[in-house]
């Protein structure tokens, strides 16, 4: 049936753990046990080696990266209303005594 089989059609490259390990920056460990068996990343076996689609790397790398961002804000905007605090003269050092 034509059309059925996205693998053979599509021209998305294909990846080893080891590729997927170089792009990401992390061990071939981690790719494996971690990121394909976890599922957090899609993979899928020709024979008894485990394959990976280059979109869903990029898409998983793209996604940390928007996390960290936003944890860098975050944390950022902690440090800034601790600085501000620290700084701010207190109210109770405002207040006159009558």
């Known amino acids: ?5 996205p693998v053979v059609e599509s021209d998305d490259p294909i990846l080893t753990p080891e590729q997927v390990a170089s792009i990401l920056r992390v061990t071939r460990r981690k790719v494996v046990k971690q990121l394909a068996y ?3 990343i899609r993979s899928f076996h020709v024979g008894r080696e485990l394959r990976f689609w280059m979109s869903d790397v990029m898409a998983y790398a793209h996604e940390q990266t928007t996390i960290a961002e936003a944890k860098r804000e975050r944390v950022r905007k902690r440090r ?9 003269p207190s109210r109770i050092r405002q207040k006159k005594v009558v």
């Open 1 to 5: 049936m034509p059309g059925s089989n």
């Open 38 to 40: 976890q599922g957090t």
């Open 80 to 88: 800034q209303a601790q600085l501000d605090l620290a700084t701010e």
